[in-house]
């Protein structure tokens, strides 16, 4: 148990931690995949939430030709337990960025993700999400994902450590 300099974690898995192709559709959210917890369900994952000080989990998206959130009428958003429509793939929310444009390291820096440039190129967005009142994720939803463009997400197991 020293993950986290000797506190004890909470690892939950769920069903959708394996890399995961999306193409085929255009709409906003057309893809949609609802994440089934371990063991646990998101209420019983909600009293983990509040009792542990620190709650994270990392998401990834990987991209060709599809753009995650710059043009809300085709990419996609995650759902956090409480059902809000989520932009943001670090940190809080409100930051409406990946772990790039947190850094200013984005491929074009006019946009807070890598895939927003939208130029045919493999990319990659991705982050760590911490913001306790929005976890664990519940649903993952993408778009602009036509026979041309498509993309791969991956979301990893539900992390809580300490105690509130």
């Not at 300099?5 to 193409?23: M, P």
């Not at 994720?137 to 509130?164: I, N």
Request: aromatic share 10%; net charge neutral.
């Amino acid at each position: 148990m020293t993950e986290k300099n000797g506190v004890g974690v909470t690892i939950i898995g769920h069903d959708s931690e394996s890399k995961t192709h999306v193409q085929g559709c255009e709409p906003a959210g057309c893809y949609s995949r609802d994440i089934n917890y371990n063991g646990a369900s998101l209420s019983q994952l909600a009293i983990l939430t509040n009792i542990s000080s620190h709650c994270e989990q990392f998401i990834k998206y990987e991209c060709h030709g599809s753009m995650i959130f710059r043009k809300k009428s085709l990419g996609g958003w995650w759902v956090s337990r409480d059902s809000k429509k989520m932009t943001h793939l670090s940190g809080a929310s409100g930051n409406d960025k990946c772990a790039c444009g947190m850094t200013n390291s984005c491929a074009d820096s006019s946009y807070g993700y890598n895939c927003d440039k939208n130029d045919m190129v493999w990319r990659e967005d991705s982050g760590l999400l911490t913001d306790k009142k929005n976890l664990p994720v519940k649903q993952l939803r993408f778009g602009d994902v036509t026979p041309f463009e498509e993309g791969y997400y991956s979301l990893g197991k539900f992390k809580c450590y300490g105690t509130a």
